[in-house]
């Protein structure tokens, strides 16, 4: 079934419909970066196209961060190079949530619209 993934700081709603994954744009298929890039390809820098190669798409994941698959070690190597980490933080290409629940990110004000492909 259908979950919703919102994002705190610009109030947009992205509706996941699970059947339509992978949306095919960045990241891993059903990845934030990939749900949120197929409608807004802006709002989340992704400056190496979605591959765990930089940590520009790092995201907080406020809410139904436990839906989440796992870091991996990939992921956790460029999430240390992360200004202003938190216990939250992900990378949004890398971050799949299984669908059981809502989703609510939060994209860090250092983030926005510092690194442009
Ligand atoms: Fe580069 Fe996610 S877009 S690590």
Known sequence: KS???TVQNTGQE???????????RHGIPGSILDTISKTDS???DHACGGVQACSTCHIIVEKGL?????????????????????LESRLSCACVPDG??????RIPDWNRNEVKE
């Open 100 to 105: 059981s629940e809502d989703i609510v990110i």
């Open 14 to 24: 992205f509706v996941v419909e699970p059947e339509k994954i992978p949306y095919g």
């Open 42 to 44: 802006e709002l989340i």
């Open 66 to 86: 436990d839906s989440c698959n796992e870091i991996s070690d990939r992921e956790d190597d460029y999430l240390d190079q992360t200004p202003g980490l938190t």
């Open 3 to 5: 979950y919703k993934i």
